[in-house]
C-alpha cells in the first residue's frame, strides 16, 4: 500500500522539516496489523517526495488473533483503505495537528502539494471521488485501473491510480486524506462506535460542515450506521448554528458526568476483582465474558500482567473491545500481551487452559441454570487456573434500586425484577454461597465471599463476589 506526497516548494526539502521525518533516514512504525516506512523517492530543493509505504501481511489479516477476513486473497495489503488512515493518524500526527518546530511559519503557510495514490478503491467510480476532493479545491487526475491486464474483456475495476494536487496547509491535507480514504472504500476494518463520531468530528473540522457532499461523507465513514451518523450530522448543525459553543460543551460535560454516575459500582467491581487478581501474583489473566473490555483495558496497565487474554461468546462485544482497547494502536510490547478470541464458556476450550487467573465480571447469571454445569466443568475441571474470580448481583438489594421490586421471599422472579432483561437469575447472598461452596468442594477449590458496593445493614450490597483458589 502506497502514498506519495510531493512538493515543489523552495527549498522543497522542507517538507522533512513539516513532515517530521529527515529525507537521509527510513522510518519505520510498527502498527498492530503491520509496518509502516516512510522513505524519500527525491529530495532536491527543487521537488521533495515523501513515500509512505504500509507492508500488511495478507496472512496475519486472516490468522491473527484480531482477524477481520475470512480469504487469503484480499486487496487490504496494497489499497488504500482504513488502514493507511491510521498509518497516517500515527506516522504524521504530528504534521497533521499543524505544529513544527523548525518551520511552523511554513506549516501555517499555503504550499502547492501533489499526493498520489496508486490503488484507490472508489466505491461509487471517478464521480464520488471528485465529489468528495474537488469542492476542496483539489485538481483530480484519476485513471481507472482494469480488472486484468491481460484480459480487457473483464473490463475495468474499482480502483484508480490518482494524482492529486492543491495549494493547501499540510495539516489540511493530511485531514482530508485522513477521512476521505475510508469513506471511498466505504469500509473499516475496526469497530466503529461513539469514538468514531468525535474523530470525524475532529478532523472535520473547518471543512466538513460546509462540503456538498457532506451527508454522504458522514454516513460512509460512519459505515452506515444510522445512530451514529444522525448524531454527527446533528451535532455539526449545531456547531455551525450555536452562538456560545463554550456554554454548550460545559452543558454536555455536566450531561456527561450525570450520566456516568451510576456507573461507579461497576468501576467498584472492577477495582476489587483487579486487586484480588493483583494481590494473588498472577501473571496471566483471562477475562471470561470480557464485553467491551473495560477490565482487559485496566489489566494492560499493570506490568504484572504478561499475558491477557479477553473472551466472549458476542462478536459485537468483541468489536467494542478492539475499538476500546485501540488494538491496532497499541505499541508493539503491549499488543503481544493482549489477546481476543471468540468462545463460550458452555463448551470445552483447551484456550482457556493455564492461565494463573481467571474472571467472570456479572457473567453466571447471563446463563440458564441448567447450563451452568457446563462452564463449572470448563472452568474449574478442566482449565483450572489458580484463582478465580467469580462477581454477581445480590438479589436481595434490589428492592433499593429506583424501579425494581425484587421479592426474596421467593423463588421465582420476574423478568421486570431484575436488573438486566437478558438475567436469566440474581441470587441472595445465601444462594451465591451455597452455590460457592458446592463447587469449591467439588473442584479442589478453597473459596471466600465479599461484598462490593456500599452494605445495607438489612440487603446487603448491591453485588457480591467468591474468590476461589485452588488447593488440589
Not at 450555536?242 to 468501576?267: F, K, M, V
Amino acid at each position: 500500500m502506497l502514498l506519495t506526497l510531493s512538493t515543489t516548494h523552495r527549498p522543497a526539502t522542507d517538507l522533512g522539516y513539516l513532515l517530521h521525518k529527515n529525507p537521509a533516514t527510513t522510518h519505520t512504525v510498527d502498527l498492530g496489523f503491520g509496518q509502516s516506512h516512510v522513505v524519500y523517492a527525491e529530495a532536491t530543493d527543487e521537488r521533495c517526495t515523501a513515500a509512505l509505504i504500509l507492508d500488511i501481511d495478507p496472512v496475519a489479516l486472516v490468522r491473527g488473533e484480531s482477524a477481520r477476513f475470512d480469504q487469503y486473497v484480499n486487496d487490504r495489503p496494497y489499497a488504500a483503505s482504513s488502514f493507511l488512515s491510521v498509518a497516517i493518524g500515527r506516522v504524521f500526527g504530528t504534521a497533521m495537528s499543524g505544529r513544527s518546530k523548525e518551520r511552523q511559519e511554513l506549516a501555517d503557510s499555503e504550499v502547492p502539494y501533489e499526493v498520489r495514490l496508486p490503488v484507490l478503491p472508489c466505491r461509487g467510480g471517478e464521480k464520488i471521488l471528485r465529489a468528495l476532493f474537488e469542492p476542496l479545491g483539489y485538481e483530480v487526475d484519476a485513471k481507472q485501473l482494469p480488472l486484468d491486464k491481460k484480459f480487457p474483456e473483464w473490463g475495468e475495476s474499482q480502483y484508480f491510480d490518482v494524482t492529486m494536487k492543491s495549494t493547501i496547509k499540510l495539516k489540511d491535507l493530511l485531514k482530508h486524506l485522513f477521512v476521505l480514504i475510508p469513506v471511498l472504500d466505504d469500509d473499516k476494518h475496526y469497530y466503529v462506535g461513539k469514538d468514531e463520531v468525535d474523530k470525524l468530528l475532529h478532523k472535520g473540522q473547518d471543512w466538513l460542515e460546509s462540503h456538498p457532499a457532506k451527508d454522504e461523507i458522514v454516513r460512509r465513514y460512519l459505515v452506515r450506521q444510522k445512530h451514529l451518523t444522525r448524531d454527527a450530522l446533528e451535532r455539526l448543525t449545531i456547531a455551525d448554528d450555536d452562538p456560545d459553543p463554550d456554554a454548550r460543551e460545559a452543558h454536555d460535560a455536566a450531561e456527561e458526568e450525570a450520566t456516568e454516575r451510576p456507573l461507579s459500582l461497576h468501576e467498584i467491581r472492577l477495582t476489587t476483582v483487579l486487586d484480588a487478581i493483583r494481590d494473588a501474583g498472577a501473571k496471566s489473566v483471562i477475562d471470561l465474558g470480557c464485553g467491551e473490555g473495560k477490565l482487559l483495558q485496566m489489566l494492560l496497565k499493570e506490568k504484572q500482567f504478561e499475558r491477557v487474554v479477553g473472551m466472549d461468546v458476542s462478536h459485537s462485544s468483541l468489536n467494542r473491545a478492539e475499538s476500546r482497547l485501540r488494538v491496532d494502536r497499541l505499541p508493539p510490547m503491549v499488543a503481544k500481551r493482549l489477546r481476543l478470541i471468540h468462545g463460550s464458556l458452555v463448551y470445552r476450550d483447551q484456550r482457556l487452559d493455564g492461565f494463573d487467573a481467571a474472571a467472570l465480571v456479572e457473567v453466571i447469571e447471563h446463563l440458564d441454570v441448567p447450563r451452568l454445569a457446563a462452564l463449572e466443568r470448563n472452568v474449574f475441571e478442566f482449565a483450572k487456573p489458580k484463582l478465580i474470580v467469580v462477581t454477581t448481583p445480590n438479589r436481595e438489594y434490589n428492592v433499593l434500586f429506583k424501579g425494581l421490586q425484587g421479592n426474596v421471599e421467593t423463588e421465582e422472579v420476574s423478568p421486570r425484577t431484575m436488573r438486566h432483561r437478558d438475567h436469566r437469575f440474581e441470587w441472595t447472598r445465601s444462594e451465591f454461597e451455597t452455590w460457592g461452596n458446592k463447587v469449591a468442594e467439588g473442584f479442589g477449590y478453597a473459596v471466600t465471599f465479599e461484598p462490593i458496593g456500599p452494605v445495607d445493614d438489612t440487603h446487603g450490597a448491591p453485588s457480591q463476589m467468591a474468590t476461589f483458589r485452588r488447593i488440589s
